[in-house]
């Protein structure tokens, strides 16, 4: 059975960073990681994806350039650095695998996800 366990949320002021570590089960290995988030009453939100095989990542652009995805093939562990952030980037975050994907370029589309963590809370204060 895969298991996905998120850890690193927090409150923070806006400005200032966080950074979620997601630990796969080592007997499973996916060629598709990434994040997603989700608000109350809201769709969920994919945020960044990362192809493991080689390190290529994509993301949303709310968060291009202030995030940064990646990926420990060793320790099969996932991380999202979060930096700058703002009140808008309080959400749940959740960590995933098993995307489709075109080449090198995961989907960030949560209906092809094949495995989700529990979530972790940010929440960013004005």
């Known amino acids: 059975q895969v298991q996905l366990m998120e850890s690193g949320g927090g409150s923070v002021q806006a400005g200032g960073s966080l950074n979620l570590t997601c630990e796969m089960s080592r007997n499973h290995r996916t060629s598709c990681m990434g994040w997603f988030r989700q608000a109350s009453g809201n769709a969920r939100e994919g945020v960044a994806a990362?192809?493991?095989?080689?390190?290529?990542?994509v993301y949303v652009q709310s968060v291009e350039g202030r995030f940064t995805i990646s990926h420990d093939n060793e320790q099969n562990t996932l991380y999202l650095q979060m930096n700058r952030l703002t009140p808008e980037d309080s959400d749940i975050y959740y960590c995933?695998?098993?995307?489709?994907?075109?080449?090198?370029?995961?989907?960030?589309?949560?209906?092809?996800?094949?495995?989700w963590g529990q979530g972790t809370q940010v929440t960013v204060s004005s």
């Open positions: 990362i192809y493991t095989i080689d390190g290529h990542a």
């Open positions: 995933a695998a098993g995307m489709t994907r075109r080449e090198r370029v995961c989907h960030l589309n949560p209906a092809t996800v094949d495995h």
